[in-house]
């Protein structure tokens, strides 16, 4: 003989669960304007200046998975190839830019020891 009663009240709060978790996550979690109206005046002033540098960071995240997205090859395969590119065109610009230093620490020392040159 079934116990309707015991299978109401657990369904009755598996649904609470459910239902009401979620409810009061979303209920409790303050919203985007609500924290920065927390924030004291120089924290909020920092943030609007760098508000731009931040949504130009996240527009050039954006746009570089949109093109690794259009690769044959899984995202993060794509992603690394071209970080491991663009580590190696660094490391080929500061070896051109230490060569240059050199140059010009050599002609430096060239004409402190022959002025007349």
């Avoid at 015991?6 to 598996?14: F, H, I, P, V």
């Avoid at 508000?51 to 998975?65: A, G, I, P, S, T």
């Avoid at 992603?79 to 060569?99: F, I, Y």
Wanted: glycine share 2%.
């Amino acid at each position: 003989m079934p116990n309707y009663a015991m299978w109401t009240k657990m369904l009755s709060a598996g649904a609470v669960m459910c239902i009401g978790g979620p409810a009061l996550v979303y209920y409790v979690t303050p919203t985007e304007e609500e924290l920065f109206k927390r924030y004291n005046p120089e924290l909020q002033k920092r943030s609007l200046e760098n508000r731009y540098e931040r949504q130009q960071d996240f527009d050039n995240f954006v746009c570089k998975l949109k093109e690794y997205s259009k690769s044959k090859k899984p995202i993060w395969v794509v992603a690394a190839e071209d970080e491991e590119r663009t580590r190696s065109n660094s490391a080929e610009k500061q070896s051109a830019v230490a060569a240059e230093i050199q140059k010009r620490k050599d002609e430096i020392r060239r004409h402190s020891i022959n002025p007349d040159r």
